[in-house]
C-alpha cells in the first residue's frame, strides 16, 4: 500500500500550505511566504535543466548551451543559459514560451502539454510549497537537535534535498504537521513505533537483535507516519507507541536512535521525490549476502573504502505475502569509521550554503580547493573503478557516499552505505575468480552500459558535478581545473589497473564525450517503461 496523492489545480498547495501553517504554527507563517519566490526559482530551474538536457518528448530541437528549446508544435521555449551540472540558476528565474513569462513550474509543465502533466504539474507545486516550509523551518524545529558537527547534525543540514532533482521536496500525504514532526531539516525526535509480530509471521535475514523480541514476537521498529497512514489499514497496531525515540537523516525513513546503537531504515510508503519508500521482501532477503559481498570486496582495495554493514533486516507477512509496507533494516552508523579527531559528513552536507547565506560547507574547508577535490577524486575513483573491474557498481551520488575528514578538513577514507540500489555482474565477478551470491534479479547484470550507467551517472552525474559547482562558483576556469584535477584522479587508478577488456571498456566509456545520467525530469512523465530513465549529457571529463 502506498499514498499517491494529487493536488489540486497548480498553485493551491502554496495555499494550503499557508492555510495549515496558520493554524498550527503562526510563527513560521512570514518565514514560509518570505521563502516561496526562491522556493519556486529553485525548482523551476530544476525543471528547465531536464527540459534543456533529458529527451523530454514533443521536443524539435535544442540549443541547450544558449537556452533555447523549439518545440515540435514549433513553439519557442527560452531561459537562462546554464551548464547541466549548475547548482543554481539565480534567484528570480523565469522561462519564456513564446514570449509569455512563467515562473511556477507546474504551470509551465501544464502550458507544454507534457504527458502526465497534471500529475507532474502537482508534484512539482507541492516540491516549491514543501521546499519553501524546509527552508522557512530549518533548525527550527520543537524537538532537542543533535550536537553541532555530528553525524546527525550535518545530515539534518541538508534543507533542499536532491541537487538536480524538480521533485526534491516532493511529499504527497504528508501534512505540514507530519513535515514539521518528522522531517530531518525541522531537527525532530522521532519516536518510532513498535509493531509486534509472531516470529512465524516474519522473514528474518541475519541476527535479529534481544532487545527487539518479545518471547515469539519480532517488535518490528515503524515510522509513526507509517502506523498512522498505512499499517492502520492492515490491521496492525503498534505494541509500545514511540518505543525508539531516533533522529531522521537525509533520507527520511532512515533514522539513528538517540540513544546510539544500529540506524534503522523504516517503511514510509509515499513517493519522495520519484519512489515509494517502502522496503521490497527482496531487499530484505537481499541484504546479507549484498552486505557480505561489499565488505569482503571493500578489504581487497587499498584502505579507502568502508562499508555500513547490514546487521539485520526483517518483513511481516501480511495476507499471506511479505509485506514491504512493514519492513525494517538495521544498519551499522558510518560513525564508526570515523577515529578519534576525525568527522564524517555525507557530500550532500558538504554543498550546503548555511541559512543566513554564505559559502557552502565545502568552502569553508581550511584545504579546500582543487587538491582537496583531487584528493577526494583518488578515493572515490579508487573505490569506484576497482569494484566495477571487480563487476560491482555503487551508486555512490551524495546520499549514501560519506567522506571522513581529518582535523583539517582533509579526506581521509569514504564510507558507503544503503547497499540496495547497486548493480552486480556475475560475468564480472567469475572472471575475478568470485562466486557471485544469491540475489535479487533486479540488481543483476552483465549489460556494461547498464553498469556504467549506475556509478558514472551517479558519481559523475550528481557527487563531483555538484561538488565542482559548489566549489566553482559559476566560474567556468575555475570549474575546468577542478574537472581537471577529478579526470586525472581517474586516469592514475585506470592505470594502476590491470589492462583487461572490461577495465579498457569502462575507460572508453568514461572519457567518452557523453555520460549517462539519471533523468529525473522524464522519469516523472507517463508513457514511458518503469525503473530508471537516462539522458546522455555533455561530459566534463572529455573536456579536460
Same mark, same amino acid.
Given at each position: 500500500?502506498?499514498?499517491?496523492?494529487?493536488?489540486?489545480?497548480?498553485?493551491?498547495?502554496?495555499?494550503?500550505?499557508?492555510?495549515?501553517?496558520?493554524?498550527?504554527?503562526?510563527?513560521?507563517?512570514?518565514?514560509?511566504? $518570505?521563502?516561496?519566490?526562491?522556493?519556486?526559482?529553485? &525548482?523551476?530551474?530544476?525543471?528547465?535543466? !531536464?527540459?534543456?538536457?533529458?529527451?523530454?518528448?514533443?521536443?524539435?530541437?535544442?540549443?541547450?548551451?544558449?537556452?533555447?528549446?523549439?518545440?515540435?508544435?514549433?513553439?519557442?521555449?527560452?531561459?537562462?543559459?546554464?551548464?547541466?551540472?549548475?547548482?543554481?540558476?539565480?534567484?528570480?528565474?523565469?522561462?519564456?514560451?513564446?514570449?509569455?513569462?512563467?515562473?511556477?513550474?507546474?504551470?509551465?509543465?501544464?502550458?507544454?502539454?507534457?504527458?502526465?502533466?497534471?500529475?507532474?504539474? +502537482?508534484?512539482? $507545486?507541492?516540491?516549491?510549497?514543501?521546499?519553501?516550509?524546509?527552508?522557512?523551518?530549518?533548525? #527550527?524545529?520543537?524537538?532537542?537537535?543533535?550536537?553541532?558537527?555530528?553525524?546527525?547534525?550535518?545530515?539534518?543540514?541538508?534543507?533542499?534535498?536532491?541537487?538536480?532533482?524538480?521533485?526534491?521536496?516532493?511529499?504527497?500525504? &504528508?501534512?505540514?504537521?507530519?513535515?514539521?514532526?518528522?522531517?530531518? $531539516?525541522?531537527?525532530?525526535?522521532?519516536?518510532?513505533?513498535?509493531?509486534?509480530?509472531?516470529?512465524?509471521?516474519?522473514?528474518?535475514?541475519?541476527?535479529?537483535?534481544?532487545?527487539?523480541?518479545?518471547?515469539? %514476537?519480532?517488535?518490528?521498529?515503524?515510522?509513526?507516519?507509517?502506523?498512522?497512514?498505512?499499517?492502520?489499514?492492515?490491521?496492525?497496531?503498534?505494541?509500545?507507541?514511540?518505543?525508539?525515540?531516533?533522529?531522521?537523516?537525509?533520507?527520511?525513513?532512515?533514522?539513528?536512535?538517540?540513544?546510539?546503537?544500529?540506524?534503522?531504515?523504516?517503511?514510509?510508503?509515499?513517493? #519522495?521525490?520519484?519512489?515509494?519508500?517502502?522496503?521490497?521482501?527482496?531487499?530484505?532477503?537481499?541484504?546479507?549476502?549484498? *552486505?557480505?559481498?561489499?565488505?569482503?570486496?571493500?578489504?581487497?582495495?587499498?584502505?579507502?573504502?568502508?562499508? =555500513?554493514?547490514?546487521?539485520?533486516?526483517?518483513?511481516?507477512?501480511?495476507?499471506?505475502?511479505?509485506? +514491504?509496507?512493514? @519492513?525494517?533494516?538495521?544498519?551499522?552508523?558510518?560513525? $564508526?569509521?570515523?577515529?578519534?579527531?576525525?568527522?564524517?559528513?555525507?557530500?550532500?552536507?558538504?554543498?550546503?550554503?548555511?541559512?543566513?547565506?554564505?559559502?557552502?560547507?565545502?568552502?569553508?574547508?581550511?584545504?579546500?580547493?582543487? !587538491?582537496?577535490?583531487?584528493?577526494?577524486?583518488?578515493?572515490?575513483?579508487?573505490?569506484?573503478?576497482?569494484?566495477?573491474?571487480?563487476?560491482?557498481?555503487?551508486?555512490?551520488?551524495?546520499?549514501?557516499?560519506?567522506?571522513?575528514?581529518?582535523?583539517?578538513? %582533509?579526506?581521509?577514507?569514504?564510507?558507503?552505505?544503503?547497499?540496495?540500489?547497486?548493480?552486480?555482474?556475475?560475468?564480472?565477478?567469475?572472471?575475478?575468480?568470485?562466486?557471485?551470491?544469491?540475489? *535479487?534479479?533486479?540488481?543483476?547484470?552483465?549489460?556494461?552500459?547498464?553498469?556504467?550507467?549506475?556509478?558514472?551517472?551517479?558519481?559523475?552525474?550528481?557527487?563531483?558535478?555538484?561538488?565542482?559547482? @559548489?566549489?566553482?562558483?559559476?566560474?567556468?576556469?575555475?570549474?575546468?581545473?577542478?574537472?581537471? @584535477?577529478?579526470?586525472?584522479?581517474?586516469?592514475?587508478?585506470?592505470?594502476?589497473?590491470?589492462? =583487461?577488456? /572490461?577495465?579498457?571498456? /569502462?575507460?572508453?566509456?568514461?572519457?567518452?564525450?557523453?555520460?549517462?545520467?539519471?533523468?529525473? =525530469?522524464? #522519469?516523472?512523465?507517463?508513457?514511458?517503461?518503469?525503473?530508471?530513465?537516462?539522458?546522455?549529457?555533455?561530459?566534463?571529463?572529455?573536456?579536460?
Amino acid at each position: 500500500m502506498s499514498i499517491d496523492l494529487e493536488d489540486p489545480p497548480q498553485g493551491r498547495a502554496e495555499a494550503e500550505f499557508a492555510a495549515e501553517l496558520a493554524r498550527i504554527r503562526p510563527g513560521l507563517a512570514a518565514a514560509y511566504a $518570505e521563502a516561496l519566490p526562491g522556493a519556486r526559482s529553485t &525548482v523551476l530551474g530544476l525543471l528547465w535543466r !531536464g527540459l534543456l538536457y533529458e529527451p523530454v518528448p514533443g521536443v524539435a530541437g535544442r540549443e541547450s548551451a544558449l537556452g533555447r528549446i523549439r518545440l515540435s508544435d514549433g513553439r519557442l521555449l527560452t531561459g537562462p543559459r546554464r551548464s547541466p551540472y549548475d547548482l543554481e540558476v539565480g534567484e528570480d528565474a523565469a522561462v519564456l514560451l513564446d514570449g509569455r513569462v512563467y515562473r511556477r513550474p507546474g504551470e509551465l509543465v501544464a502550458a507544454l502539454g507534457l504527458p502526465g502533466a497534471a500529475r507532474f504539474g +502537482a508534484d512539482l $507545486e507541492r516540491s516549491v510549497a514543501s521546499l519553501a516550509l524546509a527552508r522557512a523551518g530549518a533548525g #527550527m524545529g520543537s524537538g532537542t537537535g543533535p550536537d553541532e558537527r555530528s553525524l546527525e547534525w550535518f545530515e539534518q543540514s541538508v534543507v533542499d534535498g536532491h541537487p538536480y532533482h524538480p521533485c526534491c521536496r516532493n511529499r504527497p500525504g &504528508v501534512s505540514v504537521a507530519e513535515q514539521l514532526a518528522y522531517m530531518p $531539516e525541522h531537527r525532530p525526535v522521532v519516536d518510532l513505533d513498535l509493531i509486534a509480530v509472531p516470529v512465524s509471521r516474519c522473514v528474518v535475514v541475519g541476527a535479529w537483535p534481544v532487545w527487539l523480541r518479545d518471547i515469539d %514476537r519480532l517488535l518490528l521498529p515503524a515510522h509513526p507516519w507509517q502506523s498512522r497512514h498505512v499499517l492502520r489499514e492492515l490491521g496492525l497496531r503498534p505494541l509500545v507507541a514511540g518505543g525508539i525515540p531516533a533522529r531522521p537523516l537525509i533520507c527520511v525513513r532512515t533514522l539513528a536512535p538517540v540513544g546510539g546503537g544500529p540506524h534503522v531504515k523504516t517503511a514510509f510508503s509515499t513517493r #519522495m521525490t520519484s519512489n515509494v519508500r517502502d522496503i521490497s521482501p527482496g531487499s530484505v532477503r537481499d541484504s546479507a549476502p549484498l *552486505s557480505a559481498m561489499l565488505v569482503d570486496l571493500a578489504r581487497r582495495l587499498d584502505g579507502g573504502l568502508r562499508i =555500513t554493514r547490514n546487521l539485520a533486516a526483517a518483513c511481516a507477512v501480511v495476507n499471506g505475502e511479505p509485506s +514491504a509496507d512493514l @519492513a525494517v533494516l538495521l544498519r551499522e552508523s558510518p560513525s $564508526e569509521y570515523a577515529g578519534a579527531g576525525e568527522t564524517v559528513i555525507p557530500v550532500a552536507a558538504l554543498i550546503v550554503r548555511p541559512p543566513n547565506g554564505g559559502p557552502p560547507l565545502i568552502g569553508g574547508l581550511p584545504t579546500a580547493g582543487p !587538491g582537496w577535490l583531487a584528493e577526494f577524486a583518488r578515493l572515490a575513483w579508487g573505490a569506484g573503478l576497482r569494484l566495477l573491474a571487480y563487476g560491482v557498481t555503487l551508486e555512490a551520488h551524495g546520499q549514501n557516499l560519506l567522506v571522513v575528514l581529518d582535523r583539517r578538513g %582533509r579526506p581521509l577514507r569514504l564510507v558507503y552505505r544503503d547497499l540496495a540500489d547497486i548493480r552486480v555482474s556475475p560475468a564480472r565477478l567469475r572472471r575475478n575468480g568470485l562466486t557471485p551470491p544469491p540475489l *535479487s534479479p533486479r540488481l543483476i547484470t552483465d549489460d556494461p552500459d547498464e553498469l556504467h550507467a549506475k556509478l558514472f551517472g551517479s558519481l559523475v552525474g550528481t557527487t563531483f558535478s555538484s561538488l565542482v559547482s @559548489a566549489l566553482g562558483q559559476g566560474d567556468r576556469e575555475v570549474e575546468a581545473r577542478l574537472w581537471a @584535477a577529478v579526470a586525472a584522479a581517474a586516469v592514475q587508478v585506470f592505470d594502476d589497473l590491470p589492462a =583487461t577488456g /572490461d577495465t579498457r571498456a /569502462d575507460r572508453a566509456a568514461l572519457f567518452g564525450t557523453e555520460l549517462p545520467v539519471k533523468a529525473h =525530469t522524464v #522519469m516523472q512523465l507517463d508513457g514511458g517503461p518503469a525503473g530508471d530513465r537516462w539522458a546522455r549529457f555533455p561530459n566534463p571529463l572529455a573536456q579536460t
